[in-house]
């Protein structure tokens, strides 16, 4: 399988203010793992959180203020993040471009519960 991401609609996410959602490559097409791609526009923020699988992060674009389990770090352009299943997070992006990064999860149901 091979497509360019710019033929994938984006998705709001209610969940959070200016966050979207691109699947690059679905649970259909990938036996064991879902590739993501998350945009949260310059201003814009997910709440501290919950999900049921692990994430695997690479940061593509931007600077945010990530707070995993109650401590906080600035990721940016480049930076990893392995946030393990059921462990609170949120984003909140900061300086002047939005925040983008690839998310890698395990094909399982992903539970998300907003704390």
């Known amino acids: 399988m091979i497509k ?6 984006e998705q709001k996410v209610d969940a ?4 979207s959602i ?3 490559i679905s649970s259909e097409i990938a036996p064991h793992f879902a590739m993501r791609k998350f945009r949260i ?4 923020f997910m709440p501290y959180h ?11 674009n931007g600077s945010a203020k990530v707070v995993i389990d109650g401590k906080e ?13 059921g462990i609170p ?13 690839l998310c890698l999860v395990p094909n399982q149901e992903d539970k998300v519960e907003i704390v």
């Open 16 to 19: 959070g203010e200016g966050v």
């Open 41 to 44: 526009k310059k201003g814009g």
């Open 50 to 60: 919950t999900n049921s699988v692990e994430h695997e992060q690479y940061v593509l």
């Open 89 to 101: 997070h949120s984003y909140e992006v900061i300086g002047d471009e939005d925040y983008e990064f």
């Open 4 to 9: 360019n991401e710019k033929e994938i609609k």
């Open 73 to 85: 770090y600035v990721v940016k352009k480049d930076d990893i993040l392995f946030i393990p299943a």
């Open 22 to 24: 691109k699947v690059l």
